[in-house]
């Protein structure tokens, strides 16, 4: 009788599997991380590459957000560093979720943001060789070892002027190489301060890929013969990533890099206002899986957007917005060229 007693009685869920993970697909990330340690059962299905596809593409489907991150950088900074993340709905413009991840490794007050990837963000500094991802959601963060491109800089200890007059590419891109594997993309500027014999490619650029499997970077031997736009984000679209040139000749392109073949090439149409254009004047984004471009006229304040059609290298026209029916502080401080 005692030993029934000391029993553990386990009750059989009456809801079907599939059913439970409908449900779990509704609740938000903080839930799931605890849920995660009530079953085993539960814990596989919701670290199953399956769900989190499924859950990723509910999130995309539903209320449009707005990610904010704060570094709070400060004069004397500290050897660590916190930095929050807020993320806002922008139908409503109320704050939906607050995460605050505190990191080890200092920055020297120079902190780039990647573009989102599942997720996913890269946080690194051009002046130390701080690299992480991190996952708001889950608190979860990895330290990667530096890119080459960070290591250099250390070690040429630019002073404040110098580094005021570089014009080399700080941003590197955070993009989705298969189901399960990631990769980071840092194409720069060759200058005196990243010399590097180890590089197989003295042009005029290089490039830096991160492995996460192999949990290293590699150069790749041939990159673009144009110099890249130092402060424009790179754009992530359908299975490429894009930069913007500086004006060569009276011309800027768009180099375009096939993250599978890993090669590059130059867009072969470009829209003439785009490439006559000083790439200053241009914002470049994603919209849709797809690469956009814009340039705000200053006579007329109109703001054309175009989108390119991967299939043939065509652009189309998909927008046209009258800055001046929808003035605002930060409209007159962007048309101010």
């Not at 470009?270 to 994603?286: L, R």
Request: hydrophobic fraction near 40%.
């Amino acid at each position: 009788m005692e030993a029934a007693e000391n029993q553990v009685v386990v009750a059989p869920s009456s809801l079907p599997n599939e059913l439970i993970e409908e449900i779990f697909l509704r609740l938000p990330v903080k839930v799931l991380i605890r849920l995660r340690s009530l079953s085993k059962q539960w814990k596989v299905t919701l670290e199953s590459l399956s769900f989190a596809e499924r859950q990723l593409k509910i999130a995309k489907q539903s209320r449009l957000e707005l990610m904010v991150i704060d570094s709070r950088l400060k004069r004397n900074p500290p050897p660590d560093i916190k930095v929050g993340f807020r993320t806002f709905c922008l139908e409503s413009g109320s704050l939906l979720s607050f995460t605050r991840i505190n990191i080890s490794q200092g920055f020297d007050n120079c902190i780039l943001v990647s573009g989102n990837c599942d997720g996913l963000f890269c946080i690194h500094s051009p002046k130390t060789q701080s690299i992480y991802v991190v996952n708001p959601a889950t608190r979860w963060l990895r330290q990667l070892p530096p890119a080459r491109f960070q290591i250099l800089m250390h070690k040429f200890n630019p002073t404040l002027e110098e580094w005021i007059a570089m014009d080399s590419v700080f941003h590197l891109a955070f993009v989705k190489a298969a189901a399960a594997d990631y990769k980071l993309v840092w194409l720069y500027n060759s200058d005196r301060y990243n010399a590097d014999p180890s590089c197989p490619n003295q042009g005029v650029t290089k490039c830096e890929v991160f492995d996460f499997r192999a949990n290293a970077w590699r150069y790749l031997a041939c990159t673009p013969s144009y110099r890249i736009f130092p402060t424009q984000k790179p754009a992530y679209a359908n299975g490429s990533v894009y930069w913007l040139t500086e004006p060569h000749e009276g011309r800027t392109e768009v180099v375009d890099f096939d993250i599978h073949t890993e090669t590059f090439r130059l867009l072969p149409k470009i829209i003439p206002a785009i490439a006559s254009s000083d790439p200053s004047h241009i914002d470049m984004c994603t919209l849709d899986n797809h690469l956009c471009m814009s340039k705000r006229e200053h006579v007329t304040r109109i703001q054309d957007i175009w989108r390119l059609k991967p299939s043939d290298d065509t652009w189309e026209k998909i927008f046209s917005i009258d800055l001046l029916s929808c003035p605002s502080p930060q409209t007159e401080i962007l048309d101010q060229f």
